[in-house]
C-alpha cells in the first residue's frame, strides 16, 4: 500500500450498516446451517435438557413440528441424534428396522422430502449400555476392526430409512471405507458420506452427553478421539477419510479450533463442516443468563468466526433461530 493516513482512511468503508454489508468479506445464510436434533424414544412430551437451555430431546411428534419450522426458517439440513429405551453392549437399536433414528427419519422423509437435507450422525455410543463408541475386548478396549462392521450395517439401515447423508462420528481407522462399501453393496451408491474426520477429546462435549445419554460409563475417549494438543495429525484423517470415500469432511469442536479448521479448508476442496458444540452453546447460554455479555450478538459473532475460519458448513443449536433472523 502505498497511501498513508490522512489519505488512507479505512474508517470509511465502516460508517454505516450500509457500507459494512457491502463490504464484508463473509457472510452467513440459513442454507449453510444444520440443525442437531435430538429424539428419544417412549416420551410423551419434549425433555428440556438442563445443560442446554432451550433445546430439547424430542418426541416422535415434537421432532416433526421443529424440523418442519427449521426447513421453513430456510435451515439447510438436521442432523439426527437418537436415545433409545433399550441399551446393549453391541448397541442393537442402532441398526434395528425400528429402532429411533430409523423411525424419526421415515418421518422426516416423508413430511419434507428433497427440501431439506436429512443426516444421521452414525455411531455407537448413543446406542451401548457403556457409552462408547464401539464394540468392547473383554479387556474393556474399543475394538476398531469389530466396530466397522457395526457401523457398516448401521450406515444402511439409515440410508435404507431414508438419510441422504451419513455421518460417521466414532474416529474408528477405517470407517469411511467400510461404510461406502456397505453403502454401495447395498444399492446406496448416491448416499453421502460427512465424516467426522478431525474429532478432538474435548471437554465441550459434556452437554451432549446428558442430551444423548451417552457419558461412558468407565473411561473416556482418548484412545480414539484426537488429542487436543496436535494439528497435524488432523490433515493426515482427513485425507485417509477423503481416500476413503469421503464427500465431506468436519472439525469438530469449532470454536477452539479455529486454526485447524483453516488448515483443512485450505488442504482440501471438498465442502467443509464445523460443529459448534454443546459446550459452545452452554457457555453462550449461561453467560447471557447472567447479564455477562449480548447473546444475539455474540452467537452471530461466533457464528461468524466458524464462517471466517473456513467451514461451508456449521452445524449450530441455533440453526433455526438465526435463519429467522438472517431471512
Same mark, same amino acid.
Given at each position: *500500500?502505498?497511501a ?5 482512511r479505512?474508517r470509511?468503508?465502516?460508517?454505516? @450498516?450500509a ?7 463473509n457472510?452467513?445464510? @440459513? ?8 429424539v428419544?424414544?417412549g416420551l410423551d412430551?419434549?425433555?428440556p435438557? #438442563? =445443560?442446554?437451555p432451550?433445546?430439547v430431546?424430542h ?10 419450522e427449521a426447513?421453513?426458517a ?6 439426527l441424534?437418537?436415545v433409545?429405551a433399550?441399551k446393549?453392549a453391541?448397541g ?9 433414528v #430409523?423411525?424419526a427419519?421415515?418421518?422426516?422423509a =416423508?413430511?419434507l422430502?428433497?427440501?431439506t437435507?436429512?443426516i ?7 446406542f451401548?449400555?457403556h457409552g462408547?463408541c464401539?464394540?468392547?475386548? @473383554?479387556?474393556g ?8 462392521e457395526r457401523?457398516?450395517s ?5 440410508a %435404507?430409512?431414508?438419510?441422504a447423508?451419513?455421518? @460417521? =462420528?466414532? *474416529? *474408528?481407522?477405517?470407517q469411511?471405507?467400510?461404510?461406502r462399501s456397505?453403502?454401495d453393496?447395498?444399492g446406496h ?6 465424516g467426522?474426520?478431525?474429532?478432538y477429546a ?9 442430551a444423548?445419554?451417552?457419558a461412558?460409563?468407565f ?10 494438543a ?17 464427500d465431506?469432511v ?8 479455529l486454526?485447524?479448521l483453516r488448515?483443512?479448508?485450505d488442504?482440501v476442496?471438498v ?13 453462550i ?14 452467537? *452471530?459473532?461466533?457464528?461468524m468466526?466458524?464462517?471466517?475460519a473456513? %467451514? ?16
Amino acid at each position: *500500500m502505498s497511501a498513508q493516513f490522512p489519505v488512507a482512511r479505512p474508517r470509511r468503508l465502516r460508517r454505516t @450498516p450500509a457500507l459494512r454489508r457491502l463490504t464484508a468479506e463473509n457472510r452467513l445464510a @440459513p442454507a449453510d446451517l444444520v440443525l442437531p436434533m435430538f429424539v428419544k424414544e417412549g416420551l410423551d412430551e419434549p425433555q428440556p435438557i #438442563q =445443560s442446554m437451555p432451550g433445546v430439547v430431546q424430542h418426541t416422535r411428534e415434537s421432532l416433526r413440528k421443529a424440523a418442519h419450522e427449521a426447513v421453513e426458517a430456510g435451515v439447510g439440513g438436521i442432523i439426527l441424534f437418537g436415545v433409545p429405551a433399550v441399551k446393549d453392549a453391541v448397541g442393537s437399536a442402532g441398526d434395528a428396522a425400528d429402532g429411533v433414528v #430409523q423411525v424419526a427419519l421415515r418421518d422426516l422423509a =416423508s413430511d419434507l422430502g428433497d427440501s431439506t437435507v436429512l443426516i444421521s450422525d452414525l455411531c455407537l455410543d448413543e446406542f451401548t449400555d457403556h457409552g462408547h463408541c464401539g464394540i468392547l475386548t @473383554p479387556s474393556g478396549e474399543v475394538d476398531n476392526d469389530a466396530t466397522l462392521e457395526r457401523y457398516a450395517s448401521i450406515a444402511v439401515a439409515q440410508a %435404507a430409512a431414508g438419510a441422504a447423508v451419513v455421518a @460417521p =462420528s466414532g *474416529m *474408528m481407522d477405517g470407517q469411511v471405507g467400510a461404510i461406502r462399501s456397505a453403502l454401495d453393496s447395498a444399492g446406496h451408491q448416491n448416499v453421502s458420506i460427512l465424516g467426522y474426520s478431525v474429532k478432538y477429546a474435548s471437554a465441550f462435549y459434556g452437554p451432549f452427553r446428558e442430551a444423548a445419554e451417552c457419558a461412558p460409563s468407565f473411561g473416556d475417549r482418548s484412545s480414539y478421539q484426537q488429542d487436543p494438543a496436535n494439528a497435524a495429525e488432523s490433515l493426515r484423517e482427513v485425507f485417509l477419510d477423503l481416500d476413503e470415500g469421503a464427500d465431506m469432511v468436519m472439525v469438530k469442536p469449532a470454536g477452539a479450533y479455529l486454526d485447524v479448521l483453516r488448515q483443512v479448508r485450505d488442504a482440501v476442496d471438498v465442502p467443509v463442516a464445523a460443529y459448534q458444540v454443546s459446550g459452545e452453546y452452554a457457555m453462550i447460554e449461561a453467560a447471557a443468563a447472567n447479564g455477562w455479555l449480548d447473546r444475539d450478538r455474540t452467537v *452471530m459473532e461466533s457464528l461468524m468466526a466458524i464462517r471466517r475460519a473456513g %467451514a461451508d458448513i456449521i452445524l449450530t443449536y441455533y440453526a433455526t433461530e438465526v435463519a429467522r433472523t438472517l431471512g
